[in-house]
């Protein structure tokens, strides 16, 4: 068998350095010397998003607001810094709207400023949705906070504009800018977006990010970045994101592939991460990595596999461990791993190899391209020849998680992301600063 078609069999190794790394705007360090400062789209990478009312739209982008654009997003939609600046204004009190031009400010506000003398406003964001202090440096591209329809808004969006900084008005006096990723122009601007077009962001995804209690990650949602994915959180005696933490997170367990889940005969919750199950004990209150491939084994999952997946079937141990002492089915299970030097040394380099990898439960298998040994929770791969995720004699873990996931060993819907919600966001971040009577244009 060819490392093509393993690869295409999705058999990898975690390749964590591929996801976690930021891919910079292309072209940003290309034209970073231009006198023009350069804005992107004020969402994350690939999403896109309709303009609503654009600039001097008839509604109300008139006055100070006049070059400004509402993009549509649903409540909850990550906001990112069109350009770096500094926190310079900011309120998240507000829950309110209304569409009267008579009714109280309530809209939340987040105002960047450039240092140039210019700022860009962030209007109608979530009640405490924003990801930043007042001070507080912010590159572009960076999650600035999420987005609502507070204030004067008709429905869910983003009021963005670029304006000239005017320390009393956190809407003052708008003008014409150019998007680095928008193709169309207006008034002799290149990169202004236009009324009722869609355009999509070239900043860096936006992976993850946290929620209350925990953290919400997309990285495994099948399409890279966007609002869906799996939360990992504290909820109430189910500790799992402190369990996911104390295990090692993404590095050592990868991310999360499943909602957390029962199983019908117990009371255990479970969630599935790429590469293990996350098994946790409401009585003791505490985690453990679940078996797997016993589970697999179990299901009758064996054959399946085998032949899909080259993994070595379990040894019978049922009647060779009656009788044993535990030392004793201990010793008998580790002496497998002396069919190899190099799975045994990399099986012993955890610190407490059984509780992670669980005990050995096969032979040394060779599909021809890798040495297979296969544990109650996982199984290694000493590669024979160089491989696009490994060198020739690496030892990888398989994502045993995404086994169980392929193999349906638990039901489907456990492995269906979820949609981001906003009343999942964290609370911490609540900053209670602002400023009452400042110049509210109507209509924003
Ligand atoms: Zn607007």
Not at 68 to 86: E, L, Y
Not at 157 to 185: C, K, M, R, W
Not at 336 to 346: C, E, G, H, S, T
Request: hydrophobic residues 40%; negative net charge; charged residues 20%.
């Amino acid at each position: 068998m060819s490392a093509a078609s393993l690869s295409r069999r999705r058999f990898l190794g975690l390749s964590l350095g591929a996801v976690a790394t930021f891919t910079p705007f292309g072209t940003l360090l290309a034209r970073a010397a231009a006198p023009q400062p350069i804005y992107h789209l004020p969402f994350p990478g690939g999403v896109v998003w309709r303009i609503g009312q654009g600039v001097k739209g008839g509604y109300s982008h008139q006055g100070r607001a006049a070059y400004a654009w509402d993009f549509f997003m649903p409540s909850g939609s990550p906001i990112t810094a069109a350009r770096a600046g500094t926190a310079w204004m900011l309120k998240q009190s507000s829950d309110q709207h209304c569409r009267d031009l008579s009714c109280p400010d309530w809209n939340n506000y987040i105002v960047i400023d450039h240092g140039d003398g210019t700022s860009a406003a962030y209007l109608h964001g979530l009640k405490d949705g924003a990801r930043v202090r007042l001070g507080q440096r912010v590159e572009q591209g960076q999650f600035l906070g999420l987005s609502d329809m507070t204030g004067q808004a008709g429905g869910p969006h983003l009021h963005f504009q670029v304006q000239n900084n005017n320390p009393t008005q956190y809407v003052a006096q708008s003008f014409l800018i150019g998007f680095q990723e928008v193709s169309d122009s207006l008034e002799g601007v290149e990169g202004v977006p236009l009324s009722r077009h869609d355009y999509r962001s070239a900043n860096a995804v936006m992976y993850d990010f946290d929620v209350k209690d925990g953290h919400f990650y997309t990285q495994t949602n099948g399409k890279g970045g966007g609002g869906r994915g799996f939360r990992v959180t504290d909820d109430g005696d189910v500790q799992m994101w402190t369990a996911f933490k104390s295990l090692g997170g993404p590095l050592e367990l990868g991310y999360p592939v499943s909602r957390p889940f029962r199983l019908s005969d117990t009371q255990h919750v479970y969630q599935a991460f790429q590469r293990y199950v996350i098994d946790w004990d409401p009585v003791t209150k505490q985690p453990q990595l679940g078996n797997v491939m016993d589970l697999l084994h179990d299901a009758n999952l064996d054959s399946w596999l085998s032949t899909d997946r080259e993994i070595p079937l379990e040894a019978d141990f049922t009647a060779a461990d009656k009788g044993r002492g535990w030392d004793d089915v201990i010793k008998a299970h580790l002496a497998l791993l002396d069919a190899n030097k190099d799975l045994k040394a990399a099986y012993f380099s955890a610190p407490d190899p059984i509780s992670r990898f669980g005990l050995p439960m096969s032979g040394v298998a060779d599909t021809g391209d890798a040495l297979m040994l296969r544990t109650q929770r996982t199984v290694f791969q000493l590669w024979k020849h160089d491989v696009p995720w490994a060198k020739a004699g690496q030892v990888t873990l398989a994502n045993a998680g995404e086994l169980a996931r392929d193999a349906e060993l638990f039901s489907r819907q456990v492995f269906e992301p979820e949609q981001f919600l906003p009343e999942q966001l964290s609370g911490e971040v609540r900053l209670p600063w602002e400023v009452p009577g400042f110049f509210r244009p109507a209509g924003l």
